[in-house]
């Protein structure tokens, strides 16, 4: 398995158009991320499917993890490194059942009890949030702050992912907390110029 990597960019193509997922991959990866994670909610799972193993190709030659969020389909068929599957999202148990003991799996949570559950259902890692308000994701919880964080990061023995909200200006605080790692979407999606965006991030991580 490939270890779990600190910073961690998702590729969105809803929240702006002016970069590709691929696109977003190759300026993510140039600034220093060593996690992609594919996102995409709706569309043609054939595009879906093309566009990760394009993706996952890029990773490979860079050297960094990809990963699928949510389709278990598109991480089986790119042969993606990793799925990362949300609480309502097909079950971690039966993913590992399928995808074996060498792929990734991640687990999102929002609460220390939703932390608890990954961990007994076998996530790798843990993505927790949103620490901070967000406005790129719909299905975003109310905010846990860094207390929770902390919480968090004492009681479950993974590799705790700090997503929601999270740029460079608060990205010391969140590693301070404890957390492995960071996840954004829009902090470099959205950004002008995603590869300076994630060099930030990374210099931040400290």
């Known amino acids: 398995m490939r ?3 600190r910073l961690h960019v998702l590729t969105d193509v809803v ?25 995409q909610k709706t569309g043609s799972t054939r595009e879906m499917i093309e566009a990760a193993q394009r993706m996952r ?4 030659d860079k050297g960094a993890t990809f990963i699928v969020n949510d389709r278990l389909d598109v991480a089986m068929a790119s042969s993606a490194h990793g799925v990362h599957l949300g609480q309502n999202d097909f079950p971690i148990p039966l ?12 687990g999102s949570a929002a609460t220390l009890k939703e932390a608890r559950i990954c961990l007994e259902e076998g996530a790798d890692y843990v993505g927790f949030g949103p620490v901070y308000p967000t406005t790129s994701k719909d299905d975003a919880g109310p905010v846990s702050g860094l207390e929770i964080l902390r919480e968090v990061v004492r009681t479950i023995p993974l590799p705790i992912i700090a997503i ?4 460079a200006e608060n990205a010391p605080d969140v590693m301070k907390a404890g957390a492995h790692g960071i996840a954004v979407i829009s902090a470099v999606c959205c950004h002008s110029e995603p590869e300076q965006a994630t060099r930030a991030l990374y210099n931040a991580l400290g």
């Open 3 to 5: 270890r779990i990597g």
């Open 15 to 39: 929240l702006q158009s002016r970069f590709s997922h691929e696109e977003l991959t190759r300026l993510a990866i140039a600034g220093g991320a060593d996690t992609i994670q594919f996102r």
């Open 57 to 60: 190709r890029l990773c490979e």
């Open 95 to 106: 993913a590992r059942e399928i995808l074996g003991p060498d792929v990734i799996i991640g």
């Open 164 to 167: 929601g909200g999270v740029g």
